[in-house]
């Protein structure tokens, strides 16, 4: 699974450095890329960047009190939160405490690098969403073998970096915003239910960080789901497709060309078979302002 590791301002690079040398130890399938490590001598470094954003599966942004407010930073962070959700992007906070993170990445569910559980937490969040998994009890004694490297190297950039100019927040302003987001979690809590009890599946929340959608209707057999993936291939052309994804959840994703979009628009009748015949979904959006076609093989 190819992670992006995002950063800005040294501290924050050397971290990233570290998180792409450490994470493969926990699970040998995980890929991270980091730009300053992973951009070859004279390869376009935007295009690059831009390629792997779009071809990550999970994305970490390294943190400082100094860069938080940086314009890369929160520009890679909305790329990555565009193409993954919010639950695939993760602060990776180096040398500030949670209640300190401030701006458009307060929205996302940070880890505290000091803390070793918090870090363990999100270990855990990343091999649940990886296709190869490392089973729990064994991820877990791998951890505990490699978090005291992680750890000493993430303190000596730590001590290398001159003490932030950056103001520790106020404790009423830190309230403030924690009210509010209490208030929205629950406002999406309650959506989440609403919609869920009218879908027909149920949900469960796994302490402290994910919500799980459980399924129960019978799923489509995995043959069915790729000839429908090939069908939809062939009906709008490879050549306009720049993305296809078969999901677990019976639905077919495709990222295409505005000439894609408009041949699924042209043949929504035959891509209305499709669904009914193969028993999946399908979602057709479009590179250019990421409008979407969708098809549900229920209705």
Not at 22 to 36: G, H, K, Q
Not at 81 to 87: A, F, M, P, V, Y
Not at 199 to 211: D, K
Request: proline content about 5%; some cysteine.
């Amino acid at each position: 699974m190819r992670i992006f590791v995002s950063w800005s301002g040294i501290a924050a690079e050397k971290c990233a450095e570290e998180l792409r040398n450490w994470l493969p130890y926990i699970n040998p399938m995980l890929e991270p890329f980091v730009s300053s490590q992973d951009i070859a001598k004279g390869e376009r470094g935007l295009p690059k960047i831009a390629s792997e954003l779009q071809g990550c599966s999970f994305g970490l942004v390294c943190v400082t009190r100094d860069n938080q407010a940086a314009p890369w930073i929160n520009f890679e962070s909305g790329a990555l939160s565009r193409e993954l959700g919010e639950s695939m992007l993760a602060p990776f906070l180096l040398d500030l405490p949670v209640k300190d993170l401030e701006g458009p990445l307060t929205q996302f569910q940070a880890t505290d690098s000091r803390k070793k559980e918090d870090v363990w937490a999100l270990v855990t969040s990343i091999n649940e969403k990886c296709e190869t998994r490392v089973e729990q009890n064994r991820l877990r004694v791998t951890f505990d073998r490699f978090w005291g490297d992680l750890d000493s190297k993430l303190s000596e950039i730590r001590k290398a970096e001159p003490e932030s100019s950056t103001p520790v927040r106020e404790t009423a302003d830190i309230l403030d915003e924690l009210v509010s987001l209490v208030r929205e979690q629950s406002s999406r809590l309650q959506n989440l239910e609403l919609l869920a009890n009218r879908a027909g599946v149920t949900y469960r929340i796994n302490e402290p960080r994910e919500v799980f959608i459980e399924d129960t209707r019978p799923s489509a057999p995995r043959d069915q789901v790729h000839a429908a993936e090939k069908a939809l291939t062939d009906l709008i052309e490879p050549g306009n497709i720049i993305r296809i994804v078969a999901r677990r959840d019976n639905v077919v994703v495709a990222l295409c060309t505005p000439t894609g979009y408009a041949l699924a628009k042209e043949f929504e009748s035959r891509i209305g078979a499709i669904c009914s015949t193969f028993k999946v979904s399908i979602v057709v959006e479009t590179t250019a302002d990421h409008t979407k076609l969708q098809w549900d093989y229920r209705t």
